[in-house]
């Protein structure tokens, strides 16, 4: 086990609602990363957070939003859910913004 | 361009064969690394490999960063062993975001 946690595990969700989806960082690692992987594809980064600021972003709209806490855990926030937007959604902590990835177990988003 | 391209993208063993894994990225990708997906979607990661080799049990990697390619080897392959290998590089410039490839899927059977 890497030490990253993610909540909930699954989630369902209907078009148009908006969802927030929760990581836990390893301990002693300030820089969160939140990636989305849609079945069948690699991992795409969606954005970086390293002592609380956005330090990084992938290519993903604005309804795609992050906060990193004083306790660098960290919320992925998607408004106005698409039904594209259904993947499985990663977080990975890190001790620095290019170093090794620890990735949390995931959260497997649905959207009807 | 394709910035990390893996290859092959699908690849069936025998339980104890070897196997090679290959991983091509272009000049703007730094950092190597290798992870393993196994079927509940977790990703481990298996080496940090910007250059040079390392090994790990019966898994080792080496990175030729001049030639933009890195392979990673499995040895005495186990059925534990299935899943998808992604390799992921940072992308250079001060902009930090990690492509990854599109992975390789393997299967090993008893």
Known sequence: ?112 | GIQVEQSPPDLILQEGANSTLRCNFSDSVNNLQWFHQNPWGQLINLFYIPSGTKQNGRLSATTVATERYSLLYISSSQTTDSGVYFCAGWLSGGYNKLIFGAGTRLAVHP
Do not use: M
């Open chain 1, 1 to 112: 086990e890497t030490g990253v946690t993610q909540s909930p595990t699954h989630l369902i969700k209907t078009r148009g609602q908006q969802v927030t989806l929760r990581c836990s960082s390893q301990s002693g690692h300030n820089t969160v990363s939140w990636y989305q992987q849609a079945l069948g594809q690699g991992p795409q980064f969606i954005f970086q957070y390293y002592r609380e600021e956005e330090n990084g972003r992938g290519n993903f709209p604005p309804r795609f939003s992050g906060l990193q806490f004083p306790n660098y855990s960290s919320e992925l926030n998607v408004n106005a859910l698409e039904l594209d937007d259904s993947a499985l959604y990663l977080c990975a902590s890190s001790l620095g913004g290019t170093d090794t990835q620890y990735f949390g177990p995931g959260t497997r988003l649905t959207v009807l």
